[in-house]
Structures are given as C-alpha cells and as structure tokens.
C-alpha cells in the first residue's frame, strides 16, 4: 500500500535524521537538485562571459539616459496594457 502525502514526508524526515553527518551533504544537494533544478544547475554552471558590441553598448547607454529622464513604463503599466 502506498503512503499517503503527510506519511512519507514523515518518514523522509525520519530517514533524513539517522543519516550519518558524511552522507547529509549529498542528499542536501539531491533534494535541492528536485526541488528547483534550473537554480541548481544554474548556480553550478560555469560563468560565460561575453563581449558586448559596440551597437549594443549604445543601446544600453541609450536605455540609461531615457531612465534618467523618466522616460520608461513601470510594470504595472505594461501588465495593465498587455492583460487586457
């Protein structure tokens, strides 16, 4: 018979309390890896980076200066324009 939902999260907790202090670290690292695993893999990937050309350092600086003036949509502006 199959445990329901609150019984196997007991005998997880259960499990996860007799495991000798080597093991902790692996299973930790699994259960973070099931739990959200584009955040693990993400934050153990190797940084990458990047050259930025010339037009898209002038987009940016373009995008700075238009902020600094005020000229820019907050979000609640684009999910009132976009939901509708």
């Known amino acids: 018979m199959a445990l329901d939902f609150i019984q ?16 902790l670290s692996a299973v930790h690292n699994l259960l973070a890896l099931l739990v959200e695993p584009l955040s693990v893999s993400l934050a153990k990937a190797p ?19 238009c902020f ?3 000229e820019y949509t907050s979000h ?4 009132r324009e976009f939901s509708a």
């Open 8 to 23: 196997q999260r007991d005998e997880v907790h259960l499990l996860i309390d007799q495991l000798p202090g080597e093991k």
């Open 47 to 65: 940084f990458e980076e990047e050259e930025l050309s010339t037009e898209t350092i002038a987009s940016i600086e373009r995008g700075r200066l």
């Open 68 to 70: 600094e003036r005020g």
């Open 76 to 79: 609640e502006d684009m999910l």
